[in-house]
């Protein structure tokens, strides 16, 4: 019976195939969602698997919680224990040598259950280098060990606009005996931060002064990201990461100012405001070795507010990170805020939406995406090349559709570089896709183009592409973020 059933919903799904009707998202990765007991108010800000295979999870109220059995299927009967309360909007955890450590607001703390009844009796100061008020903005987001043992910890602005306290507005790193290490000024709001697949550091920033759109941002150490109200902070690192650099003029573009300031760096992805979302948050890497389907090494980013996963496909060129962000997983239960990739190939998504909303209509969630195994067709990757661009996909394309320049829609625009909030799309044009070059193997089209426009947002649609089985895209959009042309 039980052959016979996945035999009828096999069959079932490769007659919707043929029969024209596009694939869905849950066709490739399943949500599923965990029952949050009444007595838990999740809000979940930062996730750790334990070495004893459960999931830990913190909370914006200050609480951390362990889950028992988080793989289970369906997580119905999971237990949701206390293990540590009285901290400060916890945002970011990872464990180490029998330390749980957690990024708090005021502090970087490790705890430690030393008598083995399940909550946390013993906590230890590890370095508390920065300085808060009671200002509702003042977030700290904290990441997981990097490979010389160091917690990165980004820490937004007072207010999110001004620099009051010292070192807000920066990333500093906190090493394993607990000295500050300033790494990179700039930061205005701050929504999550995480490593990529060889160990450079990344965060999310958020729209506003100085942010024309939320962005996925290199930490490159001595850098500066583009915020300069906590520029003030460069006399208190002894000029260990070099002098202060010049303040950008404001009305300006990114790129225009990037040529003149040295240590300013673009940011590596924007996500088109609101076309990919309104609030960028958590970032996990895809390390799993296929565990997780086609997109080995690549970047995940929730959004807060439209409670989504993007994806975002990264390569360097001359010295930078750029790439382009693709549309991932819709309908998340609440505010997707904090991400985990476990090695067995599962996503975790932790949820809230107090104080912000979020499209998510729960006030909390904690779900966990996993691969079905189906491969969707998507853009795989989207490589600048001097001329246009080299985009590879996941399943072989349909070569007359593929070929044909009409399948292909582009336009650019980019953003003023300003102290105001925001920024509308500005300077924009529509080049020409001029060729269209299937490769022999049908896993890659090359787009020649009249005109690519340095500094400048990429949107590309793809809506007439089909692969050989004559499917559509499963997202057929892709936003590249070209701040600089190859060679």
């Excluded at 039980?2 to 035999?7: D, G």
């Excluded at 500093?172 to 500050?180: A, E």
């Excluded at 819709?330 to 939406?353: E, I, P, R, Y």
């Amino acid at each position: 019976m039980i052959r016979a059933t996945l035999l009828f919903v096999a069959l079932l799904f490769v007659s919707s195939i043929a029969v024209g009707q596009a694939p869905k998202e849950e066709d490739y990765y399943k949500l599923v969602e965990f029952p949050i007991p009444e007595y838990v108010n999740l809000e979940a800000g930062g996730l750790e698997l334990l070495k004893s295979g459960k999931l830990a999870i913190s909370t914006r109220r200050g609480d951390i919680f362990v889950v028992d059995k988080p793989f289970a299927v369906p997580p119905t009967d999971v237990e949701f224990t206390k293990f540590a309360g009285g901290l400060h909007e916890v945002l970011g955890l990872a464990e180490k040598d029998g330390w749980l450590y957690c990024t708090q607001r005021c502090e970087v703390t490790r705890m430690k259950d030393v008598d083995n009844d399940g909550r946390a009796d013993l906590f230890e100061n590890v370095s508390d280098g920065w300085e808060i008020t009671g200002d509702y903005h003042e977030y700290a987001f904290g990441s997981s060990f990097d490979k010389d043992g160091n917690i990165w910890v980004v820490l937004c602005l007072t207010g999110s606009f001004t620099s009051e306290q010292k070192y807000r507005g920066w990333c500093l790193r906190i090493s394993p005996d607990g000295k500050v290490i300033p790494t990179c000024s700039g930061i205005r709001s701050p929504g999550g931060i995480g490593a990529n697949a060889v160990g450079d550091m990344f965060y999310t920033d958020n729209q506003g002064p100085w942010n024309g759109a939320c962005s996925l941002k290199w930490l490159k150490p001595g850098s500066f990201q583009g915020h300069p109200g906590g520029n003030r902070w460069y006399e208190m690192t002894g000029g260990a990461i070099g002098a202060r650099p010049k303040d950008p003029l404001s009305k300006s573009r990114m790129m225009v100012e990037t040529k003149k300031i040295p240590e300013l760096e673009p940011p590596a992805c924007y996500f088109p405001y609101p076309k990919m979302g309104q609030s960028a948050a958590g970032i996990a890497c895809d390390t799993t070795g296929g565990k997780f389907g086609p997109f080995k090494d690549q970047l995940f980013v929730a959004d807060q507010a439209h409670s989504t996963v993007m994806r975002v496909a990264l390569e360097k060129v001359k010295g930078h990170y750029q790439g382009a962000c693709f549309p991932f997983r819709q309908g998340c239960g609440s505010g997707a805020l904090s991400l985990l990739m476990t090695k067995d190939g599962s996503m975790f998504v932790g949820g809230t939406n107090r104080g912000w909303g979020s499209r998510g209509s729960k006030p909390y969630s904690l779900d966990r995406l996993v691969w079905t195994g189906k491969t969707p067709f998507e853009v795989h990757e989207m490589h600048a090349k001097k001329d246009g661009f080299e985009l590879t996909f996941t399943q072989k394309v349909d070569s007359a559709t593929a070929a044909d320049p009409k399948s292909y829609s582009l336009s650019t625009y980019t953003y003023i570089y300003q102290a105001d909030y925001g920024s509308p799309e500005v300077d924009a044009t529509k080049p020409t896709i001029t060729k269209a070059e299937v490769a022999p193997d049908g896993m890659s089209v090359r787009l020649t183009i009249d005109k690519l426009q340095e500094g400048h947002v990429h949107e590309l649609h793809l809506d007439g592409i089909r692969s050989t089985d004559k499917q559509p895209l499963l997202h057929p959009a892709a936003y590249y973020t070209l701040n600089y042309l190859p060679e």
